[in-house]
């Protein structure tokens, strides 16, 4: 995403929220680790990891829980 990019935590459906915050989950991978080439090497280790993929399933929850607040739980 770009400086000028918008991004927006409204989604139309819950699926586009999930995704959205799927989509930040990584991004936020890719911030703290800017390098794609160690990311790259890392990812064989964590996708081995329990404790690794419950962390991101938790870090998913929280972005999708905000999400879900911003779209006032697609009432």
Do not use: C
Not at 4 to 15: A, C, K
Not at 32 to 42: C, F, H, N, S
Not at 52 to 70: D, G, K, S, W
């Amino acid at each position: 995403m770009t400086t000028t990019e918008r991004l927006s935590l409204v989604t139309p459906t819950v699926e586009e929220g999930r995704d959205l915050a799927i989509k930040l989950a990584r991004s936020t991978v890719k911030a703290t680790q800017p390098d794609a080439e160690v990311r790259a090497r890392l990812r064989p280790v964590y996708a081995e990891d329990p404790l690794a993929l419950v962390a991101i399933a938790h870090v998913v929850a929280a972005e999708f829980a905000t999400i879900a607040a911003a779209n006032d739980y697609w009432r």
